[in-house]
């Protein structure tokens, strides 16, 4: 079962525009967001948090937004740049103080792709 | 610092042989994960270590999948037989402290192809 799920597999976005990213999760333990970014023949390396207490993070061109009672977050970057384009992998941890102990479960990815 | 370190970078093999994944963990950090990475399923934990012991290996598929990590600095993931719904990038990754930080540093992947 896909507790968290990144339903558009592509997104392709004109360079200087808003690209959204969007993720979905099912299970209401997750307390911590994260993206992650990916580039060919590179492992994924950390983008952006947040918090479950909080409902924006912003860091520079990229804002994580978290809707708690939808189950989903979302990542904008504004404006786009070609050297955006990335897999974008939304990543979730459930409460450390459970058995879980903060593991994170990742959705499939979004192929950002930004022309120039 | 280099980083995390896996070997080799794509692994082409036949169904039935044996395949073992390497790994160095970033030196200093005491967690080291590794994931293997589908088109339909995305990243998914196989196994996690914390200092050099396995605390969590539920999602390691099947008994054909095993994890060492003798040492703080070196973790193999090994494969035996092989088959090719194994094919698919494997990345391991090493973090700080116990459980799951919010940064883990991951390496360039193991492409592992079975025919």
Redesign the interface.
Same mark, same amino acid.
């Given at each position: 079962d %896909?507790q968290?799920k %990144?339903n558009s597999p592509s997104l392709s976005v004109q360079e200087g525009r808003i690209s959204i990213l969007n993720c979905d999760y099912t299970n209401s333990m997750f307390d911590?967001f994260?993206w992650y970014k990916k580039y060919p023949?590179? *492992?994924?390396?950390?983008l952006i948090?947040i918090s479950s207490i909080k409902d924006k993070n912003e860091d520079g061109r990229f804002t994580v937004f978290l809707n708690k009672s939808a189950k989903h977050l979302s990542l904008h970057i504004v404006p786009s740049q070609p050297g955006d384009s990335a897999v974008y992998?939304c990543?979730a941890?459930a409460n450390?103080g459970g058995t879980s102990? *903060?593991?994170?479960?990742?959705?499939?990815?979004t192929i950002l792709t930004v022309h120039p | 610092d280099a980083g995390?370190i896996q070997s080799p970078?794509h692994e082409v093999t036949e169904m039935g042989q044996e395949v073992t994944l390497r790994c160095k963990p970033i030196s200093g950090h005491n967690s080291l994960f590794w994931?293997r %990475?589908t088109?339909?399923? *995305?990243?998914?934990?196989l196994i996690?270590f914390n200092n050099n012991v396995p605390?969590?290996d539920s999602g390691m598929p099947e008994d054909r999948f095993s994890a060492k990590m003798p040492n703080a600095s070196f973790s193999t993931l090994k494969i035996q037989p092989s088959e090719p719904r194994d094919s698919a990038v494997y990345?391991c990754?090493s973090s700080l402290g116990?459980?799951?930080s919010?940064?883990?540093?991951?390496?360039? *992947?193991t492409r592992l192809t079975v025919t």
């Open positions: %896909q968290v %990144q911590y994260l023949a590179e *492992g994924p390396t950390f948090s992998f990543a941890r450390a102990y *903060g593991k994170l479960t990742f959705g499939q990815g | 995390v970078r994931y %990475q088109m339909m399923r *995305g990243l998914e934990l996690y605390i969590d990345f990754a116990r459980g799951f919010y940064e883990q540093y991951f390496g360039p *992947g």
